[in-house]
C-alpha cells in the first residue's frame, strides 16, 4: 500500500497531501475536536532497490525517526511519534507500505518550506532582510545544537528543508528532514558521498572526506540564496567545472560568475546581484560569507585570533554579532536616497548627526518620524537608538513605513539620482544573440530589481512627503494650544493693552484729584497724557499685528491639512506606476520573448520614472509643503519677536508710572500741595516710599523697535500672501501618471 489510500481515521482528517519525493510522502492531518494539526511522512514502495540500499535506508528511516522524537529545540521540527494517540498511529502502521517501519509523525508547520517561498514571483531578488535575519538566526541555533548538544551533522541542509510556520502574526523557521544526518565526533572523518548538488561542501564530492564543517557551507550557500535569489557558484555549469572552480577561488571570494560574452569566469569578492539588503548588513553578511564558504574544511568557520594567534571558531559569534545589530533605515526626502546605520546604546545624537552630515553633505536638516513612531518628537535626551523600531523590521508588512526615520532639508527641490542600472541589463539588454536560460533568467531578475527598487523609492519619498505634512500640521495645531506660543501670545497683548490703559487712566484720575494750579500743572499732564497715547499708539500697531499673525496662521493650518490628506501621496502609493506586477506575472509564465519582454519593462520603468518626478502634483505638494514649514518658522520668529518686545514695553509701562509718580510728587512739594491719589499699579507704593530704581530718562522708554518690528512682521506677511496663492495649481492634470 501507499499513502494515496489514506483517508480520515476516527478524530483525524486526512487534510492533503503536502509533498511526494523520490521515496515518500508528507501528508497533513487534522484534529477535529482539539484542533490539533500534525504532518507524517512515510515511505513509498521501491522495487528498484537493492538489499544493501534497502538496508541503508532502514537504517537511516528508524536514526531520523528517533532522532526527530528526541530532538528538543524550537528551531528544529519534533517528532510526535511517541506523543500521538496509539490507534491513530497503528492505523498509519496498517498503511505505511514498509510495515516494519513506523511513519514519522512530526510538528505541521502551516506555510510551507522555505523553498516555495523563495519561488515567488515577489521574491526574485530574494527575502526581505528582516526574514534573512529571521532565518539564518534559527538555522544557526538548530546547526549548533545538532553539532555541540547531539553530535549530529545534518548534511542536507537547503530551502527544502526548512519549514515555515505562522503563528501570532510572527514566522517560525524550523529544520527538518534527518534523513541523510549523521552521528559523528568532532575527530571523526567521514566517507560517504551525500546531500544535494549545489548546497554540498566540495570536499565531499571531490574526496569525500569531511566533517562537520560541511553544515557550514550548505549554510552558506543558503544566506547567499537568501540574500539575492541565487546560488554563489556557477551553478548552471557541470558538477566537473563548478568544483574546478571553486578548487581556484581564494579566501574572500564568495561567488563565481560567468562572463558569457568573454566566455569565462569571473571570481567575485561581493555579491554579484541585486538585492534587499541594507549597505551596512550585506557589508558584514559579506565578510562572514568568506569563512562560510571557506573551500578548506578544516578551517571553514574559523579565524586567527589576534591575541593567541591560533585559529578559534568564529562561525557562530560573528553571525551573532551581525544578526543583533539594530539597523536604523533612514530615507532622505531631498535625493529620494536610503541610508542605513548600524545605532547603539552607546551612540549619542551628536554622533548620529555627523553621521547624517557625513553622507548627506550638510547639516541643515531636520528629522520626521513616521506616525505610530514611539518618539514623536525630537529630544535633547535621546540616542541614536531612540531612532530604531523593533517592529518596523519587516518591511514586508504594509503597515510598517519603509523608513524608521525620515530626513527633510527645507531650503532644497527635491533632484531625483540617476536610476540605478544592474550590470546585467547595461552588459546584455540589447544582445542579438541567443541567450542561453540561465543568463535570462539573471537578466528577469535584474529588471524585477530595477522596477522594484524604483517603486520601493517612489513610495518611500511619498510617504516621506505625507509624513512631512502630518508633522506640520501637528506643530501648528500644537501651536495654538494654551501652552503654547501663539496663545500665550495672544493672552500677553490683552494684558499689555490693559497695563497700557490702565496707565492712562492713571494720568486722569490723577490729574483729576490735583490740588496743585498753574501752567506747570497744565504742561505736567499733558507731556504725560502725550507719552500715554504713544503706549496706546503702539498698541494700535500690535494689536494690527495680532489680526495678520491670527489670519495668517489659521491660513497656514488650513493649508497643512489640505497637504496631509492629498489624495497624490496615496494614489501614488497604490498605483502600479511601473507595472511591477504586470511583469511578476510574466515571471510566472512562460515566454519565448524573455528577453524582449525585459527590455519593453526596462524602458517603460525609465520613462514613466522621469514622467512622475517631472509631474506638476509632485514638485507642487514638495515645494508647498517645504514653504509651509519655512513660513511656520517666519511665524515663529515673529511671534518670539513681538513676545519680546511686549515684555519691554511691560518694563517700559512701568519704568513709565514710576516716573510719573515721582515727578508728580514733585509737583506737589514745590506747589505746597498734598496728595491724595495712589495709583492701582503695583509699583506705585514703592515710587511713593522712594525705593525705586528709577529710569533716567522718560525718553529712553520709547526706544524699543517696536515700529520696526511691525514693519518688518507686514513685509513677511505679504510675501508668504497665502490666500492669493492657494488656489494657483487648480488647473494642473488630473493624474499623476497614465
Known amino acids: 500500500m501507499n499513502n494515496y489510500s489514506l483517508g480520515s481515521f476516527g478524530k483525524w482528517q486526512h487534510k492533503r497531501q503536502l509533498g511526494v519525493g523520490g521515496f515518500g510522502n508528507v501528508d497533513h492531518w487534522r484534529n477535529v475536536e482539539t484542533g490539533q494539526e500534525i504532518a507524517t511522512k512515510s515511505l513509498k514502495e521501491n522495487h528498484n532497490l537493492s538489499g544493501d540500499e534497502i538496508a541503508k535506508l532502514k537504517q537511516r528511516w528508524r536514526q531520523e525517526s528517533e532522532w526527530m522524537n528526541q530532538l528538543q529545540t524550537p528551531y528544529i521540527v519534533q517528532g510526535l511519534n511517541e506523543k500521538i494517540d496509539r490507534p491513530f498511529l497503528e492505523y498509519l502502521i496498517q498503511k505505511h507500505a514498509w510495515l516494519s517501519l513506523q511513519p514519522i509523525v512530526m510538528e505541521y508547520c502551516n506555510e510551507g518550506d522555505l523553498r516555495s517561498q523563495l519561488l515567488l514571483a515577489e521574491n526574485?531578488?530574494?527575502?526581505?532582510?528582516?526574514e534573512v535575519r529571521e532565518i539564518l538566526l534559527a538555522l544557526r541555533h538548530a546547526i549548533e545544537f545538532l553539532h555541540t548538544q547531539c553530535r549530529i551533522e545534518h548534511r542536507d541542509l537547503k530551502p527544502d528543508n526548512i519549514v515555515i510556520h505562522r503563528t501570532g502574526g510572527r514566522r517560525l523557521y524550523k529544520l527538518t528532514d534527518f534523513g541523510f544526518a549523521r552521528s559523528t565526533s568532532e575527530n571523526t572523518m567521514l566517507k560517504s558521498i551525500v546531500g544535494t548538488?549545489?548546497?554540498v561542501a566540495p570536499e565531499v564530492l571531490d574526496t569525500a572526506e569531511y566533517k562537520n564543517t560541511v553544515d557550514y557551507w550548505s549554510m552558506g550557500i543558503i544566506a547567499f540564496e537568501l540574500i539575492c535569489g541565487n546560488l554563489?557558484?556557477?551553478?548552471?555549469?557541470?558538477?566537473?567545472?563548478i568544483i574546478i572552480n571553486i578548487r581556484k577561488k581564494n579566501e574572500k571570494c564568495i561567488a563565481i560568475t560567468e562572463d558569457f560574452n568573454e566566455n569565462k569566469f569571473e571570481f567575485c569578492e561581493n555579491i554579484p546581484f541585486e538585492n534587499r539588503m541594507s549597505s551596512v548588513f550585506l557589508k558584514y553578511i559579506q565578510e562572514w560569507l568568506t569563512t562560510a564558504l571557506d573551500k578548506n574544511y578544516s578551517t571553514r568557520g574559523t579565524r586567527i585570533s589576534p591575541v593567541t594567534k591560533e585559529r578559534v571558531v568564529t562561525f557562530y559569534t560573528e553571525l551573532d554579532s551581525i544578526l543583533s545589530q539594530k539597523v536604523l533605515k533612514v530615507f532622505y526626502l531631498p535625493t529620494l536616497t536610503f541610508y542605513s546605520y548600524v545605532v547603539t546604546p552607546e551612540m549619542t545624537l551628536r554622533d548620529f548627526r555627523d553621521v547624517i552630515k557625513r553622507d548627506i553633505g550638510t547639516d541643515q536638516f531636520f528629522c520626521i518620524f513616521p506616525t505610530g513612531h514611539p518618539r514623536n518628537q525630537l529630544s535633547p535626551t535621546y540616542k541614536a537608538i531612540d531612532f530604531f523600531v523593533e517592529d518596523w523590521q519587516d518591511t514586508g508588512d504594509d503597515n510598517n513605513p519603509p523608513a524608521m526615520l525620515y530626513i527633510a532639508q527645507l531650503e532644497s527641490e527635491y533632484s531625483v539620482p540617476?536610476?540605478?542600472?544592474?550590470?546585467?541589463?547595461?552588459?546584455?539588454?540589447?544582445?542579438?544573440s541567443e541567450l542561453p536560460d540561465?543568463?535570462?533568467?539573471?537578466i528577469e531578475q535584474s529588471t524585477h530589481y530595477l522596477l522594484h527598487n524604483e517603486q520601493l523609492h517612489l513610495e518611500a519619498f511619498v510617504c516621506g512627503l505625507k509624513e512631512q505634512a502630518l508633522t506640520a500640521e501637528h506643530e501648528l495645531f500644537q501651536y495654538n494650544t494654551d501652552a503654547n506660543k501663539l496663545e500665550h501670545y495672544f493672552h500677553a497683548l490683552t494684558e499689555m493693552h490693559g497695563r497700557v490703559e490702565q496707565f492712562g487712566m492713571g494720568i486722569e484720575a490723577a490729574r483729576q484729584t490735583c490740588t496743585v494750579q498753574g501752567k506747570r500743572r497744565d504742561i505736567f499732564f499733558n507731556e504725560w497724557f502725550a507719552k500715554a497715547n504713544k503706549f496706546k499708539a503702539v498698541m494700535v500697531e500690535l494689536e494690527g499685528l495680532k489680526v495678520k499673525v491670527s489670519k495668517y496662521y489659521r491660513s497656514e493650518l488650513r493649508r497643512a491639512k489640505e497637504m496631509a490628506v492629498n489624495k497624490i501621496f496615496d494614489e501614488l502609493k497604490q498605483k502600479d506606476v511601473y507595472k511591477l506586477l504586470e511583469f511578476r506575472r510574466h515571471l510566472d509564465t512562460v515566454s519565448n520573448e524573455r528577453l524582449e519582454v525585459c527590455r519593453t519593462a526596462v524602458y517603460n520603468c525609465l520613462g514613466q520614472r522621469e514622467k512622475v518626478f517631472l509631474n506638476e502634483h509632485l514638485k507642487y505638494a514638495y515645494s508647498t509643503i517645504n514653504s509651509m514649514q519655512i513660513e511656520f518658522k517666519k511665524l515663529q520668529s515673529i511671534v518670539d519677536n513681538n513676545l519680546n518686545q511686549l515684555h519691554q514695553m511691560q518694563n517700559?509701562?512701568?519704568q513709565s508710572t514710576i516716573e510719573f509718580h515721582k515727578a508728580l510728587i514733585e509737583i506737589y512739594v514745590n506747589g505746597n500741595g498734598h496728595s491724595t491719589y495712589l495709583s492701582q499699579d503695583g509699583d506705585s507704593s514703592i515710587i511713593v516710599n522712594g525705593t525705586s530704581d528709577l529710569a533716567s530718562s522718560i525718553n529712553e522708554l520709547f526706544q524699543y523697535p517696536v515700529?520696526?518690528?511691525?514693519?518688518?512682521?507686514?513685509?513677511?506677511?505679504?510675501?508668504m500672501d497665502?490666500?492669493?496663492?492657494?488656489?494657483?495649481?487648480?488647473?494642473?492634470?488630473?493624474?499623476?501618471?497614465?
Open 722 to 738: 497665502i490666500d492669493d496663492d492657494i488656489n494657483k495649481h487648480n488647473d494642473l492634470p488630473a493624474t499623476i501618471a497614465d
Open 232 to 241: 554563489p557558484f556557477i551553478p548552471h555549469q557541470q558538477l566537473y567545472n
Open 438 to 442: 540561465s543568463l535570462l533568467k539573471i
Open 707 to 719: 515700529q520696526s518690528l511691525i514693519d518688518e512682521a507686514t513685509e513677511r506677511m505679504l510675501q
Open 652 to 654: 517700559a509701562v512701568s
Open 124 to 130: 526574485t531578488n530574494g527575502l526581505i532582510e528582516y
Open 197 to 199: 548538488r549545489n548546497y
Open 418 to 432: 540617476t536610476p540605478h542600472i544592474p550590470a546585467y541589463l547595461k552588459k546584455y539588454m540589447n544582445s542579438k
